[in-house]
């Protein structure tokens, strides 16, 4: 299960109720899951294959990080959370499947058990913890990189 990897504090029960609702969608390589910019209002899940990650920046130029993410990973969390534009583009890498969890899922089992909030979000800001620390390593790679 997709969810097992992703949000290892949630119950069973809860994972399950979260496959329940989610609506896979299929993605061939080279196409667009999510445009910079926009906004995501449902969680999404790699289920299969591979995103890359790209980011333009001000004055047009692009740079690929994290990436590539696979099966397990959250991608949207940022846009999710707070609400604004997606932070990078994510495009499939060869045959992908992406799992979306509509909000109103999330916010239900919230309002059924609100121990569920907490749960959820320490697993989506662990997520975004290392997605972090993963990106601060491809930006400065350290001594070792600079000779």
Do not use: C, W
């Amino acid at each position: 299960m997709a969810l097992e990897h992703s949000f290892r504090n949630l119950t069973e029960d809860e994972r399950a109720a979260l496959m329940r609702v989610a609506i896979g969608t299929a993605f061939e390589g080279g196409e667009t899951v999510i445009n910079q910019g926009d906004t995501v209002a449902n969680l999404m899940v790699v289920s299969k294959g591979m995103l890359r990650v790209t980011h333009v920046f001000e004055g047009g130029h692009l740079s690929e990080f994290v990436g590539p993410l696979g099966p397990g990973d959250v991608v949207g969390e940022m846009s999710f959370v707070d609400g604004k534009g997606a932070s990078a583009t994510l495009i499939a890498d060869g045959e992908t499947e992406v799992l979306t969890i509509p909000r109103d899922a999330i916010d239900s089992l919230a309002t059924k058990d609100p121990s569920f909030d907490g749960r959820f979000y320490k697993d989506l800001f662990m997520h975004l913890s290392r997605r972090l620390r993963a990106t601060n390593l491809r930006a400065d790679p350290g001594p070792a990189a600079g000779g």
